[in-house]
């Protein structure tokens, strides 16, 4: 089996209270793919611009992920600038440069467009949806977005969500999208609007999962070591699709596995700057952690 996502390839630069980090490979697609690769075959489909690394082509190519789909223009790559305080739960954007984003319009092979499952990564909603006209025959079909896009692209993003399975947001692009301020309130809204299942991420505290067969709920991995969040979100879509194309199952029990997957992906992930520390994971050390965080909560 094996899964492609469409969404961003970025260089990040991150300032937290501990310390900053300049034009570091980052991105949706390339946060989802980094885990995602653990548990299945990862197709990438993004684009950069001609200043981006070549390094940073390498090293995703060493991933094995295929990056048959990432396109290479004319023009600068897309560029995301941000800053942590406090908590560090939220992201103060600094500065947002689209480059080639402006003009892409996603490309994939004709093996490509057979893949049964399919990530759409944060993205503005009708480039999504330009990927998702393409595919043959999807078996399971999951969406991100943001803020700025429900706010900007209402109309686009509620066509595109009577077309996929789960909808992942986090409780504030919920709580915006539904106009509820209870999550679960939230989430019974955003069942109609479409997709089968809702997956609302919490940070910190946990993530809720909504359908109509069953509701779960599961808090977040405690770590002691949070040094930055960036990407934490595409981090947990990454293991949790990972193992659910792994498996080729969708029933109560994968489900509750890959939140679970997920829980423990982007526990890793804030633990350092950028990919520092999920680039560096085997299978194994979620295995071990999943281990640990049976310690805490009972399942």
Request: proline share 3%; net charge positive.
């Amino acid at each position: 089996m094996s899964i492609i996502v469409l969404g961003t390839v970025a260089l990040d630069t991150v300032k937290t209270p501990f310390g900053l980090r300049r034009h570091i490979l980052g991105g949706s697609a390339v946060h989802f793919a980094i885990v995602c690769r653990l548990f299945t075959k990862v197709n990438l489909v993004a684009v950069v611009g001609e200043d981006f690394p070549s390094r940073y082509i390498k090293f995703l190519h060493q991933k094995g992920i295929v990056l048959t789909s990432l396109i290479r223009t004319e023009g600068a790559t897309f560029k995301w600038g941000g800053q942590y305080k406090g908590d560090l739960n939220t992201a103060i954007t600094l500065s947002t440069e689209l480059g080639v984003l402006l003009t892409f319009r996603p490309r994939v092979s004709e093996e490509q467009k057979n893949i049964k499952h399919i990530f759409l990564a944060n993205l503005d909603p009708d480039i999504q949806n330009h990927l998702l006209t393409h595919m043959r025959s999807p078996h399971l079909v999951a969406l991100d977005s943001m803020n700025y896009w429900i706010k900007h692209k209402r109309r686009s993003l509620l066509r595109l969500l009577k077309k996929v399975d789960i909808y992942v947001a986090n409780d504030q692009e919920a709580r915006t999208l539904s106009g509820e301020s209870n999550l679960l309130k939230a989430a019974k809204y955003l069942r109609l609007l479409g997709p089968e299942m809702i997956l609302i991420k919490k940070g910190e505290h946990g993530v809720l999962f909504f359908s109509d067969r069953f509701i779960f709920s599961i808090p977040a991995y405690p770590t002691d070591r949070v040094i930055d969040p960036t990407g934490a979100g595409d981090t947990f879509a990454g293991a949790f699709m990972g193992y659910l194309t792994k498996v080729n199952k969708i029933n109560e029990a994968s489900i509750k596995k890959a939140i679970i997957y997920g829980t423990i992906a982007a526990s890793f992930n804030v633990e350092d700057f950028g990919l520092n520390k999920t680039s560096r994971l085997e299978r194994k050390d979620l295995q071990q952690r999943l281990r640990e965080f049976r310690k805490y909560v009972l399942f």
